[in-house]
């Protein structure tokens, strides 16, 4: 249910609302525009009448919400959500690029990486210090040594860092260095990784499924939602699906689509969305044409010599190149990077 106050109910008022739900079973999540605040009740009585909310003081509208996510969905906040991340705004206008290596592996490497992608004009560096690999052989992170590497460079060129979490005993380590705590596509339905993130007070970055439906990742977004954590930007990084020429079919339209459908941020991943360095400069303009408010964007000073995914991977000049083109289409539709 959603109960729309009226514009200038009192906090009196708005906090009748919450301690009404409240009262009826419900766990009550406020938002607040620069209008008006709307209250999202979850859980409570079936069959309730929205009518006992109409008559309250301050009370404009109540209704029900039909789709299963409720908290994500753009009836909640139906101007959007902007995401900010120490003054970096996921959400607005301006488009965000985090960019680095898929995995930190020496201090030279993500120091190197630092400084062109901040030079090339990134705002957040990106690098797995545990990397959830297909075969148990391949290089796994270095664990707290690679957070260490990756804050330190970061903070040494002013950038934010994001780097993936992959269960809940690694939360309050990852939470000491990076300031965007990123959930991979294969943890995307880790309901209890997902409950423990929305505990937590740091913006979530959480990937789309391999497999995933665009309601089954509002949904998971829903359980960091429901936890008290508003602070989600949702991935496309590409589904598996019968073609097998890249390593993923990268689904563009599916950053419209959820624009429709919830009020997140929604963010592309191209490196992960065809797997194919030639072909990630075309996925990544694709994603910016289409209303992506960021990309995430592989990038080695190396590639065909780093420790995993190098294939995907774009050296500095191509990412330079690639940041020049991003400019234009994002001026091109009344952006900006």
Not at 67 to 92: C, Q
Not at 124 to 133: D, E, L, S, T, Y
Not at 187 to 207: C, F, I, S, T
Not at 235 to 253: L, P
Request: glycine share 10%; proline share 4%.
């Amino acid at each position: 249910m959603l109960v729309v106050m009226q514009q200038g109910a009192t906090e009196a008022q708005i906090q009748q609302v919450i301690d009404r739900l409240i009262g009826l079973g419900f766990n009550a999540h406020r938002s607040t525009g620069a209008i008006q605040t709307v209250i999202g009740a979850v859980g409570g009585q079936g069959g309730l009448d929205t009518a006992l909310f109409h008559v309250m003081d301050g009370v404009q509208d109540a209704k029900r919400i039909t789709s299963p996510y409720k908290l994500a969905s753009r009836n909640f906040r139906p101007a959007g959500t902007i995401v900010n991340v120490g003054g970096v705004e996921f959400g607005g206008k301006r488009i965000v690029v985090m960019a680095g290596p898929c995995s930190v592996e020496t201090v030279d490497q993500i120091e190197r990486v630092a400084d062109f992608v901040a030079d090339a004009g990134a705002r957040v560096i990106r690098g797995g210090a545990f990397k959830p690999r297909s075969s148990p052989y391949n290089f796994q992170g270095h664990g707290e040594p690679g957070l260490k590497m990756l804050r330190d460079a970061a903070k040494r060129r002013g950038l934010l860092v994001i780097t993936e979490v992959m269960e809940i005993s690694q939360i309050p380590m990852v939470c000491e260095y990076a300031d965007i705590l990123q959930v991979g596509a294969r943890n995307m339905q880790n309901y209890n990784l997902l409950r423990e993130l929305g505990k937590a007070r740091k913006p979530v970055l959480l990937k789309r499924g391999l497999a995933a439906t665009i309601e089954e990742l509002l949904l998971s977004a829903e359980y960091v939602l429901s936890g008290g954590n508003y602070d989600v930007i949702l991935c496309e990084r590409g589904i598996r699906t019968f073609e097998t020429y890249t390593r993923n079919t990268m689904d563009i339209s599916a950053i419209p689509v959820v624009h429709k459908l919830s009020h997140l941020p929604m963010v592309g991943d191209p490196s992960h969305g065809v797997g194919l360095r030639d072909k990630v400069p075309a996925m990544a303009r694709a994603a910016v044409a289409a209303g992506a408010d960021g990309v995430l964007i592989e990038v080695h000073p190396d590639p065909d010599h780093a420790f995993s995914d190098g294939a995907q991977t774009l050296n500095p000049t191509q990412f330079q190149d690639l940041m020049g083109q991003l400019r234009l289409i994002a001026a091109a539709v009344g952006r900006s990077i």
